[in-house]
């Protein structure tokens, strides 16, 4: 994290940030993760009154993945 830290800051032009594709097995683990938030977030679910908060938990996870993983 410290050395990505210190990278310089910004866009370089002419580089284009790479993809990260999860594995079969993240993939499906991801899904059931993305599902049972969604469910939460009907009226009557856990996550209903933040669900605008929520609604990104499962994008910002497998962002917070490729992170580590890098």
Known sequence: MTEL???QRGIV?????????????????????HDTIETELASKGTLFDV??????VADNAAR????FHV
């Open 5 to 7: 830290l210190q990278r």
């Open 13 to 33: 032009k002419g580089i284009i940030p790479g993809m990260v594709d999860l594995s079969d097995e993240a993939k499906v683990l991801w899904i059931k993760f």
């Open 51 to 56: 669900r605008d908060v929520a609604s990104k």
């Open 64 to 67: 917070l993945a490729v992170i």
